[in-house]
Structures are given as structure tokens and as C-alpha cells.
């Protein structure tokens, strides 16, 4: 019988994924290295019609990752130097960073406490405060695998008439509560197929998709050097090509998505069960107010699919890091996504932020921690989480 000290479960175990399709993905990538085609080809366009198929889109384009997936929408909406570009603070850099690539600004929203979504309310309190018409896109993230607000967000881009690219890098088959796939609600929805992602390579890769033809192929000339036809060139583009191996694995992977998916989700209702038996709540403001100092994610509502690419919890911030130290000892792996807002990072110092600018960010910046969620997660792993998580927590009260 195994004890809690035998068990061991990093925060992804990609290797226990790998034992499952080895038998599938083998004979692909051998069929790739006979054709000696390795850029764009047959795989590639598979995987593009195969995504634009599952995201319920006409048109996808495959590149070469989450970031460049951005810059290209940027590119081909024609956003560039002299722009503003909404962004929400709490995300991975990219979603900024991408906006800096193309010579735009980025200017930060605050998030909404109860999901980490970009919040409507900071959304249109920016829009307040800056001039009229520097503002040009807004791009909501989808983070953790939970949709956004979207119906908010395309209201108010509609009123201010911004392009809208959802960076649904962590959210590949995500629903919003209408039951519509993130990426395909704004005018380019964009991915990432970076390993750690529920639709993850073996390397590096990602994808913009649209319902707009024009958009497309922009962004099919775009990540190709502003090239067609061939030595001809339009605009200055990228080398942001996704290569047939990374499609091929990709093509096999896609299939087990779902089910994958499916896994994480079951994964944290016992999560939520287990913790919420022993106190903890969803709210965003019990932390501080006495109880069990432990806040769980809000599950999806009513009608909508989060994909749980990250389960993240949170505990008052002074105990963060016994946190941490308790899950690494007890062999657990945990990660902070993320530790330090966008707009507080140095390379964005000269936008002049100040600290207590998005206050629910910053909070929350201090506070989350992600456990392990992946679906091959056993019930002993899940047991020794939950046990460390709660024998810990109780300690803080
Ligand atoms: C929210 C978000 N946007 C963009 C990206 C960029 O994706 P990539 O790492 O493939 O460039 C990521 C990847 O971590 C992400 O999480």
C-alpha cells in the first residue's frame, strides 16, 4: 500500500500523457521524417482544417506560437505604432507583449476578483481616461481555461467600435455561457500549443483563427514574410510558421482533447468538493474574514465549459510561500501564475503605473497558487494534494 510520502505528482506530468498515445504519435512523426517535409505541407493544412473544425470557425492559421499568434492579429487588423491596445494586467506577458512587438501601447485593465477575467468595469473606466480614439482593440484573455465576459467586452467594443482578439492560449475549446467557443466571438480568436497547455506540442506552436475571410489571409501572408505570391512581398511579415512534426503530434493529440479536458474537470470537482467539505468557499473576499484562510476557484456558470488548463487557489499572502514549502516537501509540484502584474513589470516602467493601480490584480498576484490538475492525476495523488493543501491552511487559522 502506498503512504502519502510515497507519492509524488508534479504540477504537469507530460510523460504519464505520453505513455497513453506513444502508440499513435510514433508512427506520424516517422511518416513526417520519410516525407522530409517539415514546413507547412499536407499535416499542417490538416491540423488548421482540423482546428477550424473543433473552434466552429471557417478559417485557422497555424504559426509558430501563442505570441506570434497575437502580433499577427494585431498585424493584419492593422494595428501598430500610435495604438492602444486594452490588455487586463493579470495574464502572461505575452498578451502585452505582443501589443509592444508591433509598436502599439499597451494600456492595463484591472481584473474581476471573483474569475481573474479582464473586469468590463476597468475595461470602460481606461476607455474614460484616455483621449478619444487612441484606444483601437481590446484583448480579453481567457485565463486559466475560464471564458471572460465576452458579452460585456463586444458590448463595449461595440460602443467604442475596437477590434476585439481573445487570447484563448489557455483556453482551446473553452465556452462562454451561450455555449460558444472562445476565439470565435471577437474578429480573430488566438492559441497556443505550447507543451503545458491542454492541447500541447512538442515544442513550440500556436494559431490565429477567424470568421473573416480578409483576416485570414492577412495572417496566412503575414506569417510568411508579407509574402504572395512567392518573392512578392505586400508588408513586412514574420518567419511565424508552425512546422509538420509539431502538426502531426498535434493531429493525434487533438483527439483526445475532450476527454482530456473532461479529466481536468472532474479533477476539480473533487478539488472543489474536498476543500469546499472543509471550509473553503469561492468568494472573493472570505480570505480575509475568518474561516478556512483557503478560496477555490469559481466553477464555470451555468451553460458555459471551463477547460482548467490551471486550478488556482489562494491563501492570505503572508502564507503563501509556507504554502509552497509544505506542497514542494510533501513532493507536490505548485506554481504562481502569476507573481507580478504587467503593469508593475520593469520593462513597462516608462507607462508610469503605480503600485495599488489595479488593486484585485495586485491582490491576487499576492495570494494564487496552482496545483496540480492534469488528467492523469490518480486518486492517491488527488488525496495527497487535498490532505497536504487542508493540513497546511489549518495551520494558519
Ligand atoms: C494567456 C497567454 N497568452 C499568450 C501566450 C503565449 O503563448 P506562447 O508561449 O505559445 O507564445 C501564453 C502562453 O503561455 C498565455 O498563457
Redesign the pocket.
Known amino acids: 500500500m502506498s503512504t502519502a510520502t510515497d507519492v509524488t505528482v508534479p504540477l504537469l506530468d507530460l510523460k504519464a500523457q505520453y505513455a497513453t498515445i506513444r502508440d499513435e504519435v510514433e508512427p506520424v512523426v516517422r511518416e513526417v521524417l520519410e516525407s522530409q517535409i517539415f514546413i507547412g505541407g499536407p499535416k499542417v493544412a490538416a491540423l488548421e482544417s482540423r482546428c477550424a473544425d473543433y473552434l466552429r470557425m471557417p478559417h485557422a492559421v497555424g504559426c509558430?506560437?501563442?505570441?506570434?499568434?497575437?502580433i499577427l492579429a494585431l498585424d493584419a487588423l492593422g494595428i501598430g505604432p500610435g495604438d492602444e491596445v486594452i490588455v487586463p494586467t493579470f495574464?502572461?506577458?505575452?498578451?502585452a507583449g505582443?501589443v509592444s512587438r508591433v509598436g502599439a501601447t499597451p494600456v492595463f485593465a484591472d481584473i474581476d476578483p471573483a474569475t481573474y477575467q479582464i473586469d468590463p468595469v476597468s475595461i470602460r473606466a481606461v476607455l474614460d481616461s484616455r483621449p478619444k480614439g487612441a484606444v483601437k482593440a481590446i484583448i480579453p484573455?481567457?485565463?486559466f481555461g475560464q471564458a471572460c465576459d465576452l458579452d460585456a467586452v463586444m458590448a463595449i467594443a461595440r460602443d467604442h467600435d475596437l477590434k476585439v482578439i481573445e487570447?484563448a492560449?489557455?483556453a482551446i475549446g473553452t465556452e462562454d455561457v451561450h455555449g460558444r467557443r472562445v476565439g470565435s466571438v471577437g474578429d480573430v480568436g488566438?492559441y497556443?500549443?505550447?507543451p503545458?497547455?491542454n492541447l500541447g506540442g512538442f515544442g513550440?506552436?500556436?494559431l490565429c483563427a477567424t470568421n473573416h475571410e480578409e483576416i485570414a489571409e492577412r495572417m496566412l501572408r503575414f506569417r510568411n514574410h508579407g509574402m504572395k505570391p512567392k518573392y512578392f512581398h505586400h508588408d513586412v511579415g514574420l518567419n511565424s510558421r508552425l512546422d509538420a512534426l509539431q502538426a502531426a503530434v498535434l493531429l493525434v493529440k487533438i483527439e483526445h482533447l475532450d476527454a482530456w479536458s473532461a479529466g481536468r474537470q472532474a479533477n476539480a470537482r473533487h478539488y472543489d468538493e474536498a476543500f469546499a467539505s472543509a471550509g473553503a468557499t469561492t468568494s472573493a473576499v472570505s480570505l480575509h474574514e475568518g474561516g478556512l484562510p483557503l478560496r477555490t476557484p469559481q466553477p464555470a456558470p451555468e451553460g458555459a465549459r471551463h477547460i482548467y488548463?490551471q486550478y488556482v487557489i489562494r491563501v492570505p499572502a503572508e502564507h503563501r510561500d509556507t504554502l509552497r514549502k509544505a506542497l514542494a516537501d510533501a513532493s507536490i509540484g505548485s506554481e504562481i501564475?502569476y507573481p507580478k502584474c504587467l503593469h508593475q513589470q520593469d520593462c513597462y516602467r516608462d507607462l508610469g503605473y503605480e503600485a495599488g493601480a489595479f488593486p484585485h490584480a495586485e491582490r491576487a498576484a499576492g495570494e494564487v497558487v496552482a496545483i496540480p490538475i492534469y488528467p492523469d492525476l490518480t486518486e492517491a495523488q488527488k488525496a495527497h494534494v487535498v490532505n497536504t493543501v487542508l493540513e497546511t491552511v489549518r495551520g494558519f487559522a
Open positions: 509558430s506560437n501563442g505570441s506570434d499568434a497575437i495574464t502572461f506577458f505575452s498578451t505582443s484573455v481567457h485565463l487570447d492560449a489557455q488566438t497556443s500549443f505550447f503545458s497547455k513550440d506552436g500556436g488548463n501564475y
